[in-house]
């Protein structure tokens, strides 16, 4: 059984990564690297009930988040990078998101709703604007352009939006395709995640609307994030195989494990010049260096959800802590800090009472992805350690089934790494 998500630090690993090259011939052998550096964690609690989700640095230096709650109404708020104060804007209409959030070329934040666009000051003021074709607007971004660029998920489309508020759509070629995540790469393109089963796709669209789309070599890899990298290449998270995946302007795709098995989220470009996550099953952080070698890092709050990630002004990692109401801030990215990377992937904490059990399906709780909770040989849901693998009588009873775990002498577990999720 994999260790399961969760909750901060023990000794500093070495820093391996394993990589595997597709159609590159071959395979990428496995990286030894230097420790990872120990980092800073700070978090910072939103006064209101919040749910933060999607967050960008706003053009005025502040950090600015969508929220996910939707009672009374929901809304956008905005944070300076010293972590106070917060400050709360409400949305003109309630049960209508907000999503993603993008610096405008205005001055101006924008973000996604169902249905449509909102544009928001730095004082609050906001004017939104229906989409013409209507659908679910999700990610958003600047685009090369000076134009937003955002996806739409039901209706199958990347569509951009002018700061006087024009809009242009772009038919996806492959049907429901579910784009998700988009970012500006350096090509002058806009590059998108298609996370729908059936596509699987990674795809490009020029500022005049050719798309073109490039199949991930991983079936049913859930592409969740996409950002710029520190070189040419754009990277991009598999959430439901544990990957990290990377693609050239040509389309050339290099797809990198997370040893630990845990499901990376939404991803960044960080200043020290290596790729940041989220890793919210597993309550962590992650980092991978451009050649492959995974850390990873435990959140001190507990089951906290790590949602979004990206780069303040300040140049350090901001992070939306989606179960816990909090943001949080990543500093000391090169050393020096008081937090080191997690020996085999981070963890998800104790689990809350005394919860007995049978077999590992009884013990879905705190990890909330495979490798999770386990049942003991005394009968209770515990944490997944190496030395208790959780119990079982048949390959059914092992909750991670589906992703390649098999009871073993009454035992869960994945026969190597290479079958791990």
């Not at 609690?45 to 053009?59: C, M, R, V």
């Not at 449509?116 to 958003?140: C, F, H, K, L």
């Not at 007995?356 to 009884?362: F, G, I, R, V």
Request: hydrophobic residues 30%; aromatic residues 6%.
């Amino acid at each position: 059984m994999l260790d399961a998500p969760g909750n901060g630090g023990a000794a500093a690993s070495g820093g391996r990564g394993q990589s595997e090259m597709i159609g590159a011939g071959g395979s990428v052998p496995i990286i030894d690297g230097p420790a990872p550096p120990a980092i800073t964690f700070d978090e910072f609690e939103i006064p209101q009930l919040s749910q933060p989700g999607w967050l960008t640095a706003g053009p005025d230096g502040q950090l600015w988040f969508t929220h996910q709650i939707t009672v009374p109404s929901p809304g956008v708020s905005a944070v300076t990078i010293e972590g106070m104060p917060f400050v709360s804007y409400n949305i003109p209409q309630a049960n209508t998101g907000p999503r993603g959030i993008a610096p405008g070329p205005d001055g101006n934040v924008w973000y996604s709703k169902l249905g449509g666009i909102g544009r928001m000051q730095p004082n609050g003021t906001t004017t939104e604007y229906n989409v013409p074709n209507g659908g679910d607007s999700a990610g958003i971004t600047l685009g090369p352009d000076g134009n937003l660029w955002f996806t739409q998920q039901l209706n199958n489309r990347i569509s951009r939006v002018t700061p006087s508020a024009e809009f242009q759509s772009f038919d996806l070629p492959t049907p429901n395709s579910g784009p998700l995540a988009i970012t500006a790469g350096k090509d002058g393109n806009l590059w998108f995640t298609e996370t729908a089963v059936t596509a699987n796709k990674i795809g490009r669209i020029t500022t005049s609307g050719q798309i073109t789309e490039f199949a991930i070599p991983t079936p049913a890899s859930n592409a969740t994030g996409i950002t710029r990298g520190p070189g040419e290449e754009l990277w991009f998270t598999m959430q439901d195989v544990a990957k990290i995946g990377k693609i050239t302007s040509e389309g050339e795709i290099t797809e990198y494990y997370i040893p630990s098995g845990n499901k990376p989220s939404r991803i960044v470009a960080g200043p020290d010049g290596n790729l940041w996550f989220t890793l919210r099953a597993a309550n962590g952080i992650g980092r991978i260096t451009p050649l492959g070698q995974v850390s990873e890092y435990g959140i001190p709050t507990r089951a906290s959800d790590p949602y979004d990630i990206t780069v303040g002004a300040d140049g350090n990692l901001w992070f939306t802590e989606l179960s816990s109401n909090k943001i949080g801030r990543i500093s000391s990215l090169m050393g020096g800090g008081n937090l080191t990377a997690s020996e085999g992937g981070v963890r998800g904490g104790e689990l809350g009472g005394d919860r007995s059990c049978s077999k590992d399906t009884d013990c879905i709780e705190s990890g909330r992805a495979c490798g999770g909770d386990v049942c003991s040989t005394e009968n209770l849901c515990v944490l997944a350690v190496s030395g208790d693998p959780g119990k079982c009588a048949s390959d059914s009873d092992c909750w991670c089934q589906a992703q390649g775990a098999l009871c073993t002498d009454g035992h869960c577990s994945f026969v190597t790494l290479d079958d791990a999720p």
